[in-house]
């Protein structure tokens, strides 16, 4: 069974302050994605990656997947207040299949403060 | 382009009760997706679909949730009877064939008391 585990969970940081959130998935998969969710809203596609080594960045977040160790990072460059949100990563089951079977991690909270 | 629609967006229901839910995707998609999401968890498939078929419903409790995509557009998730541990957020998402981006709806909120 394909387990996505995130940490932290709960994160609170100033801003202008750099962190990072990590994302372990137990099973082989080469296609991760990054969601955010703001409170009441749906999901928004941050980041889709798709081999090993693959690195992405927009704007404030920069995505990476390290496919043999089962990674993939999510980092966050200068914190503003605006990135206060929930972020999920999610590992697609049936890679090479059909697609859309996203095993999600348990999101982590984000909250920025001045 | 439009999102992808659903409604009600917040239903509040007594265990025992039934409830629908409605989902319109983003238009030529043929793939939907119905998600499940529990408060302070990640969302968790139900059911997708291709078109009309089913690709994958084994996460769906078939014994009270049922869904259906006629003419591979809209689609229907029922469920009936409702219990406690139903409350939930049902996010609908729909792609293209074969891309590999899911876009979701802003989902249903339901309550069961």
């Known amino acids: 069974e394909l387990k996505v585990e995130q940490n932290p969970l709960f994160l609170s940081m100033q801003e202008g302050k750099n962190y990072t959130i990590y994302c372990n998935y137990s099973?082989?998969?080469?296609?991760l994605y990054w969601y955010r969710q703001d409170p009441g809203k749906s999901l928004e596609s941050l980041f889709v990656?798709?081999?090993?080594?693959a690195v992405k960045q927009e704007g404030r977040l920069m995505a990476s997947l390290d496919t043999k160790a089962r990674l993939s990072t999510l980092h966050i460059t200068a914190a503003v207040h605006d990135l206060s949100a929930t972020y999920f990563c999610?590992?697609?089951?049936?890679?090479?299949?059909?697609?859309?079977?996203?095993?999600f991690g348990k999101g982590t909270k984000l909250s920025v403060k001045p | 382009e439009a999102g992808v629609a659903q409604s009600p967006r917040y239903k509040i229901i007594e265990k025992r009760q039934s409830v629908a839910f409605w989902c319109n995707p983003i238009?030529?998609?043929?793939?939907l997706y119905w998600y499940q999401q529990i408060l302070g968890q990640g969302p968790k498939l139900l059911i997708q679909?291709?078109?009309?078929?089913?690709?994958?419903d084994s996460q769906l409790p078939k014994d009270r949730f049922s869904a259906e995509r006629l003419k591979g557009v809209d689609s229907t998730l029922k469920i009936q009877p409702a219990k406690l541990e139903d409350s939930a957020v049902y996010l609908c998402?729909?792609?293209?064939?074969?891309?590999?981006?899911?876009?979701f709806g802003e989902g249903s909120r339901l309550t069961v008391l």
């Open positions: 238009s030529g998609h043929a793939t």
């Open positions: 998402a729909s792609s293209r064939r074969r891309e590999w981006e899911l876009f």
């Open positions: 999610a590992v697609d089951m049936n890679y090479g299949g059909s697609q859309g079977n996203l095993i």
């Open positions: 099973t082989t998969s080469d296609r």
């Open positions: 990656l798709l081999s090993n080594g």
């Open positions: 679909f291709q078109n009309n078929g089913v690709v994958d």
